[in-house]
């Protein structure tokens, strides 16, 4: 079955400053999804970026990038210019391609923005 | 378009008791997922459905919980009897089918005392 771990419980950043999250997965699959969820206390997930393992190109959007390292099994998120609105508890994910597509996420971190 | 609606926001009962959630999904989406958030860490698929069928219920402990979707729109989750350790956050999500993105609610917050 595969895992996703999230080594850093809670991060700071200065608003306006580049904070990364980390995360690593386990699978013996080749063809897969990532994701990086955002959760405001709102609680609502909110999908911020996604990343198809058989694409060496990182994916961005906007603000927000990933280092993609598919030998390494490692998917981290870049926030480039944090703002205030981005504190939030942010999960990554994976997704397989086998029956049911099943999503499985990490334990998340806590991102704080200070101003 | 609109979102994923569930309901209640917020559920206090005594253990033992019994409380359901309702989940109403995005319009066309065939795809329901509940999961369940418990404080501190990340949400853990308990069922899946595909229209009004169940694809995947592996990790939905049946002796307490079930759910339904008689009519492949709207769903309700219920727990009975409830137990101190289902205090978490159950979130709905929807998607067009089991490849496309989940779209989540904000979901329901229950605490059993």
């Known amino acids: 079955a595969q895992t996703v771990t999230q080594s850093q419980p809670e991060m700071s950043v200065q608003e306006a400053e580049t904070v990364t999250l980390s995360c690593t997965y386990d699978?013996?699959?080749?063809?897969?999804?990532l994701f990086w969820y955002k959760q405001p206390p709102s609680r609502q997930m909110i999908l911020v970026i996604r990343?198809?393992?058989?694409?060496?190109q990182n994916a961005t959007e906007n603000r927000f990038s990933v280092n993609f390292q598919k030998a390494a099994k490692s998917f981290s998120l870049k926030i480039s210019d944090s703002q205030l609105g981005d504190a939030a508890m942010y999960f990554c994910?994976?997704?397989?391609?086998?029956?049911?597509?099943?999503?499985?996420f990490g334990a998340g971190t806590i991102l704080r923005v200070k101003s | 378009e609109a979102g994923v609606a569930q309901s209640p926001r917020y559920k206090i009962i005594e253990k033992r008791q019994s409380v359901a959630f309702w989940c109403n999904p995005i319009?066309?989406?065939?795809?329901l997922y509940w999961y369940q958030q418990i404080l501190g860490q990340g949400p853990k698929l308990l069922i899946q459905?595909?229209?009004?069928?169940?694809?995947?219920d592996s990790q939905l402990p049946k002796d307490r919980f079930s759910a339904e979707r008689l009519k492949g729109v709207d769903s309700t989750l219920k727990i009975q009897p409830a137990k101190l350790e289902d205090s978490a956050v159950y979130l709905c999500?929807?998607?067009?089918?089991?490849?496309?993105?989940?779209?989540f609610g904000n979901g329901t917050r229950l605490t059993v005392t």
């Open positions: 999500a929807s998607s067009l089918d089991n490849r496309d993105v989940r779209r």
């Open positions: 699978t013996s699959e080749s063809d897969y999804y």
């Open positions: 990343q198809e393992a058989y694409k060496q």
């Open positions: 994910a994976y997704r397989t391609l086998e029956y049911g597509n099943k999503l499985v």
């Open positions: 319009s066309g989406h065939a795809t």
């Open positions: 459905f595909q229209n009004n069928g169940v694809v995947d």
